[in-house]
Structure formats: structure tokens, C-alpha cells
């Protein structure tokens, strides 16, 4: 796959030390985080100052592609066949969810429960969470039935304190500016440079950016690098 020299996301199963390998990288992750403050009693009065009662985690969100439909290598190493069952690749991250996938149980129950992972994304940073929420979307089949293009909705919570933000631009240090765009179904590199840049006649900067053999075939689920105009 083109797309500059980031890292891969991997999602790794704490207790296990299973890891899982995202197909694409995440065009992009939302991070919240909401904090509790009570109202006092205002009788009488228009207003009371509200009282801080605790901070909630830090939650983290995002929608990862996978697609099977034709053939995707990392070097050598080929990481699907040409019209592989997408999930596959997907199952295992509903299995983060399952008590099974975990050997620990809960101390105060005494039942067992989900496993924790750990989210990384390039070298600069990781997330400590649980998954709280799994949502799946097939969208493309082959004939005979088999889902080979999903989209998977993935939200963490924050598992550790953290003393600053956790989240930080994977690409810092010496790739400021630079992010990640998923081709969509139909799309052509000269519609891309116009929504990115402004200017369809910016497809020529795209295509140096990722290293094009062949810039009018671009493939659905395929990652480009959206680098600074020079």
C-alpha cells in the first residue's frame, strides 16, 4: 500500500498478547471527554456556582476499513488472498468484547469480563482502554455472497491516567501537516487534489507524495499521504 513510512494501527489484547493488525489506517479518531459538575440548591437566588464532582475517561472513536476484495501485500508478506471472507479480519476485534477472550475475572464479582487492549498508532503514542462499543458495516460482496469491504466503528475508554493529552499527530517530528485520506469508491486523484488542495492540477504533488506508479487507477480502501504543498 503507498502512503509514506507510518506505522501501522495494531489493537493488542492485554491479557493474551494477541495482536491485531488494522488493514488501513484510520483516516482520522475522535477523542472526548466529559466532566461531572452538580448544581447546588438556588432558592431565592438566580444561580449557584457548580460544584466540580469528578472527571470521566477520556473516550476514543474510530472507523477502521477493512477490504478483502482484491489482493493486499506489506512487503513479501501477503495479508489477504484476492476475495477473502472480510471477517476474517473483523472477528477478532469483536472479540475484544467477549468474556472469553480474557482470563481475568472481576474481583468484586468474581465474574469474568472483557479483555483490556492497548490502541497504537505509529510510534509516538499509545491508548490503554476497554472497548465499549463495536458497530459493523458491510458494504461491498462478491457474487455468491461473501463481504469482502466493512467498515468497523471502534470506541476505546480510557483505561490509565494520563498526566497530559494522550493523543498527538503520529506523523510529529519532522512530518508536521501531513494525514491520511481512504479512496472511496469512484474517485479519481485529480477530485481528490481539488478537495485537499483546492486545484484538480495538484494531483501531480499527490501522486509524488505516494509514489504512483500509475496515478489514474486508484483502488476503493486504498491510503494516500495528503502531504504539504511545497
Not at 458497530?135 to 483505561?159: A, C, D, I, M
Request: aromatic share 10%.
Amino acid at each position: 500500500m503507498p502512503g509514506g513510512t507510518l506505522e501501522p494501527a495494531t489493537i493488542k489484547n492485554l491479557e493474551t498478547g494477541q495482536i491485531i493488525d488494522c488493514m488501513f489506517r484510520p483516516k482520522e479518531y475522535t477523542a472526548s471527554k466529559q466532566n461531572t459538575w452538580n448544581q447546588g440548591r438556588s432558592a431565592g437566588r438566580d444561580m449557584t456556582q457548580p460544584r466540580f464532582s469528578g472527571g470521566n475517561p477520556i473516550t476514543l472513536q474510530m472507523e477502521l476499513l477493512f477490504d478483502t476484495y482484491e489482493e493486499h501485500r506489506q512487503g513479501a508478506r501477503v495479508l489477504n488472498k484476492a476475495g477473502d471472507d472480510v471477517r476474517k479480519f473483523t472477528n477478532p476485534i469483536w472479540q475484544l468484547m467477549l468474556t472469553k477472550s480474557s482470563n481475568r475475572r472481576n474481583p468484586r464479582t468474581g465474574k469474568g469480563q472483557p479483555p483490556k487492549v492497548e490502541f497504537r498508532w505509529g510510534t509516538t503514542w499509545s491508548f490503554k482502554a476497554v472497548i465499549t462499543n463495536i458497530s459493523q458495516k458491510f458494504t461491498f460482496f462478491l457474487p455468491n455472497g461473501t463481504p469482502v469491504r466493512s467498515t468497523v466503528n471502534v470506541t476505546f475508554q480510557q483505561l490509565e491516567q494520563e498526566d497530559e493529552f494522550p493523543f498527538q499527530n503520529p506523523t510529529s517530528g519532522g512530518q508536521a501537516g501531513y494525514r491520511r485520506r481512504v479512496v472511496r469508491e469512484g474517485e479519481t486523484i485529480d477530485a481528490i487534489a481539488f478537495q485537499e488542495y483546492g486545484h484538480p492540477t495538484h494531483w501531480r504533488h499527490l501522486a509524488r507524495a505516494n509514489n504512483l506508479d500509475d496515478p489514474l487507477r486508484l483502488r476503493p480502501g486504498q491510503v494516500l499521504t495528503v502531504a504539504p504543498l511545497d
